[in-house]
């Protein structure tokens, strides 16, 4: 069964270089060991050739892999605007892998109404929207919800750099924040991705 299994990484390309892809390559290397026992090279990212119109401007690097890596794309990338959000229950919906099959979350999505993206409940706890990890903002601080989803790579080192802290957000305690901020691959803090969280909707 796991042979069919496919995972996928999105990587932020600027001006033809690879950016915080050693994040990327240690989650690559995590999840073949643990599912197929295989690897992938110390030097993947240095290997893979960029694509001469891909080396400028800011592009999505799209690797698609299963026991062997499958699929690399590469397309110029388009922020998604988001102005709202809609909370909804995530119910038992395990994303603790970035799986290729995004089924689960995006079939969530009808669910909307007439807000941009859903931000996932579990438990009564915030966890993440359809496409990213989120960070709240007080005024004094960033915080990001212990309960996420997926444990994505831009969570990851901005934790490590001590950009933001993990602490747990319940629906209630959302109310007390400011802001609501979008991270992931493509998205960083300082691209300030924002929607108020006012309008966040019950």
Do not use: W
């Amino acid at each position: 069964m796991s042979e069919q299994v496919q995972f996928l990484e999105t990587v932020k390309v600027v001006n033809g270089e690879f950016i915080h892809s050693e994040y990327n390559l240690q989650r690559m290397k995590q999840t073949m060991n643990d599912i197929f026992r295989a690897s992938v090279p110390d030097t993947f990212f240095k290997d893979i050739i960029i694509p001469e119109p891909m080396k400028r401007g800011v592009v999505k690097c799209r690797i698609l892999y299963g026991k062997s890596i499958d699929e690399v794309e590469f397309q110029h990338y388009t922020c998604r605007k988001v102005a709202s959000l809609k909370l909804v229950d995530g119910k038992d919906i395990d994303y603790s892998r970035k799986y290729a099959d995004r089924s689960s979350l995006l079939g969530l999505l009808h669910e909307k109404g007439e807000c941009d993206d859903i931000l996932i409940v579990q438990n009564g706890k915030i966890t993440d929207t359809s496409y990213s990890n989120v960070v709240l903002s007080d005024g004094t601080g960033y915080y990001t919800p212990k309960t996420y989803l997926l444990n994505g790579t831009c969570r990851q080192r901005l934790m490590a750099e001590g950009k933001i802290t993990p602490i747990d957000i319940s629906v209630d305690d959302l109310f007390s924040f400011k802001e609501l901020f979008l991270i992931n691959a493509m998205l960083d803090l300082e691209d300030k991705v924002t929607v108020p969280v006012c309008n966040i909707m019950r």
